[in-house]
């Protein structure tokens, strides 16, 4: 069986698909043909690379175990987690008189998701406008550090996996993050593999695809209501609020690019691999460019790794908020859309003075 891309996102389909149609002699048609057949084949390494880890990492979990806080390395074995990001999404809604929102911009939720499949549960971040960093490395790092330190099997061994098309996935501050993790004995060995995208459908994304058809279908007025509409949609979705409407932060964004850089080196043609490893006691990165292709190794941390706390942690990024000229256009635009109960919640009166017709426009535009 070959998996063909499911929607259009795989670009090399695309391409090698249109090289196909366009050859008009027969060698260039063999050649172009061979070609779209080799990366199906590599497609289906990966693909079933994936699943078979997900079913062996699963048939030795603890009877019972959750997604709860636990003692490092306190179970000896390997969790697999997929994570992964979805679209924003837009509150105040209701299904049933979308039109008054229409051209209007309510305000924005953002979902980031930790899928554990041995347990079938995943944690959902809900990155609230007034608190979320924006598409930022630091804000995803920031986001696994608080699933591993909260909702964690204490696992030794972690095999991760995560979608390719996502750039702020693969880099350097990822990596560095993870070769720290096994460095400080927080795990013994992580690995991570992240999938072409269009072939392999993560599980965080079954998820994010159930929560958003409920979504679809409720009326939404605040956060809370986000919250109640994803337990609604599977009670193995666990919803994480990472702040509240006023801004209020419930989840620390830590600045892990500016604190790990000093310590590690960067990885050389780092988007020439998929899959990468890290043990305790080795200050070795090992990566492949896929699942059976010989690993290449590199020096990773830089000597004064050995004199960093391992207790000590990042500076905070504290969040900005929203800008004066966004308080005011919910308050002018959104709030009256908003269930009464909900107003002083969702798009209360700023304390801030009103900005001009200019730096209104630009909110808009944003
Ligand atoms: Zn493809």
């Known amino acids: 069986m070959v998996t063909r891309p499911a929607v259009d996102l795989c ?3 695309d391409s090698l698909a249109k090289n196909v149609g366009t050859q008009r002699f027969e060698a260039g048609l063999t050649e172009a043909v061979q070609k779209l057949s080799s990366h199906y084949s590599s497609t289906e ?12 990492t699963k048939s030795h979990l603890p009877e019972g175990i959750s997604l709860s806080p636990h003692p490092a390395c306190s179970f000896d074995g390997t969790v697999h987690y997929s994570f992964g990001s979805a679209q924003d999404l837009l509150y105040p809604i209701c299904p049933y008189e979308p039109g008054p929102l229409f051209h209007k911009y309510p305000r924005k939720c953002g979902l980031f998701g930790v899928a554990c499949e041995g347990i ?22 920031s986001l696994l550090h608080f699933f591993f330190e909260h909702y964690g099997l204490g696992e030794s061994h972690v095999h991760l996996s995560a979608d390719s098309h996502n750039g702020l996935s693969k880099t350097d501050c990822l990596l560095q ?3 720290w993790r096994v460095h400080t004995r927080r795990h013994l060995n992580i690995k991570i593999s992240f999938v072409v995208t269009g072939h392999t ?17 409720s009326r939404v007025d605040c956060l809370n209501d986000l919250v109640r509409v994803m337990t609604e949609s599977c009670p193995r979705n666990i919803a994480q609020k990472c702040g509240t409407e006023d801004g209020t932060s419930l989840v620390p964004f830590y600045s892990w690019t500016e604190f790990l850089e000093p310590y590690f080196h960067s990885v050389i043609d780092i ?7 890290l043990s305790h006691g080795s200050s070795v990165l090992t990566m492949k460019e896929s699942v059976d292709s010989t690993p290449r190794n590199q020096v990773f941390h830089r000597e004064n790794l050995a004199i960093l706390d391992p207790t000590a942690l990042p500076k905070r990024i504290a969040p900005t908020g929203l800008s004066a000229a966004r308080q005011w256009y919910l ?7 908003v269930n009464p109960a909900f107003q002083d919640l969702v798009a ?14 630009v909110t808009r535009n944003s």
């Open 11 to 13: 670009s090399p389909c």
């Open 45 to 56: 390494k990966e693909h079933t690379f994936y699943h078979s880890i997900c079913l062996e």
């Open 120 to 141: 079938s549960s995943q944690i959902t971040f809900l990155l609230e406008e007034s608190i979320a960093l924006g598409e930022n490395t630091d804000q995803i790092v």
């Open 177 to 179: 993050y993870l070769s």
């Open 201 to 217: 459908r993560l599980s965080c994304d079954w998820f994010f695809g159930l929560f958003k058809r409920m979504y679809r279908r």
């Open 271 to 277: 988007a020439k691999y998929q899959h990468f490893q």
């Open 331 to 337: 308050y002018d635009e959104i709030r009256s859309l």
């Open 348 to 361: 209360p009166k700023p304390s801030c003075q009103r900005p001009n017709q200019e730096e209104r426009e």
